[in-house]
């Protein structure tokens, strides 16, 4: 059976490319612009007594990344979900809720919300399966963006179907206060690894938060004769079953409202979720 050529719906609803020579030759390189207000929230008047607001700077995230791939290698383009996800950390940034904390990111892909994250983070490690040279593209791109990284950061690699992990894998997990992911799920199979991975994570001391970001992504089925988003159900499906079952740690799932500002350049279609899951370790 043929595998399948995709591309991203963002290429096609704002041009972010530049003229910039990527490093591979088929590769583009693009800059998706965002707004990074002032964390600094305090009031302050001018020289006739009228408030002074702080206009948001203007940034940029560079990327090299592939314009189309084969399903496989999804991760080498660049895809809704972290722009929302970027949104979110600024949010959680702004209000200082990423001071001090250590961050992993889990199907990292082109590295873009790690950027972010590690403009507030004490430390990020940035994680993808060692797939396609996706692992040498994070750290390329992270050059591109060295101004923006204010924290500690680390690329390794973490594959969802690797049941074993290295003892250097095991120190960063236990380390990890936050963990974050954007667009990871695509097939049963993968979405089935993911929550077994998220499930050991989330099992490790001390407890720790998940943010997930999800396009809800619909096809029209015979079976269902309805348009239906089977990678998202499957999802929901198993986190509901390790949610009950699970011994050694007590999870909150929230579904949070998206009611918080927008800083990067996408559409923010309504088919975005963002997922919080907290644990609480069992002794």
């Given at each position: 059976m043929?595998?399948?050529t ?15 020579t990527?490093?591979k ?12 207000p002032?964390s600094?929230s ?23 990344h592939?314009?189309k ?23 959680l ?5 990423l ?7 889990l ?10 994250a ?16 996706i692992?040498?593209l ?16 680390k690329?390794m ?14 120190n ?12 990871v ?5 993968v979405?089935?690894a ?13 407890p720790?938060?998940?943010?997930i ?29 390790v949610?009950?079952?699970?011994v ?11 009611d918080?500002?927008k ?20 002794s």
């Amino acid at each position: 059976m043929p595998e399948y050529t995709v591309t991203s719906e963002i290429y096609e609803e704002y041009d972010y490319q530049t003229k910039i020579t990527p490093s591979k030759e088929g590769n583009v390189i693009s800059e998706f612009p965002f707004l990074l207000p002032s964390s600094n929230s305090s009031v302050r008047y001018d020289d006739d007594e009228d408030l002074d607001v702080e206009r948001p700077k203007k940034e940029v995230i560079r990327i090299e990344h592939s314009s189309k791939t084969k399903i496989s290698l999804v991760g080498l383009q660049v895809w809704r979900g972290a722009f929302l996800l970027g949104d979110w950390l600024i949010h959680l940034g702004l209000k200082g809720e990423l001071a001090g904390k250590n961050v992993l990111e889990l199907g990292a892909g082109t590295g873009v919300t790690s950027f972010v994250a590690a403009m507030y983070a004490k430390k990020v490690v940035c994680t993808d399966i060692d797939l396609g040279g996706i692992l040498d593209l994070i750290k390329l791109n992270a050059r591109y963006n060295k101004k923006l990284i204010k924290s500690e950061f680390k690329v390794m690699p973490l594959d969802f179907t690797e049941t074993t992990w290295s003892s250097q894998l095991t120190n960063v997990i236990r380390d990890v206060d936050i963990i974050i992911c954007a667009d990871v799920i695509y097939d049963d199979d993968v979405t089935a690894a993911f929550v077994s991975t998220i499930q050991k994570i989330l099992n490790t001391k001390p407890p720790k938060t998940l943010y997930i970001v999800l396009e809800k992504r619909y096809v029209f089925t015979i079976e269902h004769l309805d348009a239906v988003a089977p990678c998202y159900e499957t999802f929901l499906s198993l986190l509901d079953k390790v949610k009950t079952e699970n011994v050694h740690s007590t999870w909150t799932v929230e579904l949070l409202p998206l009611d918080f500002p927008k800083y990067f350049t996408y559409d923010r279609v309504k088919d975005l979720v963002l997922w919080k899951i907290s644990s609480k370790p069992t002794s």
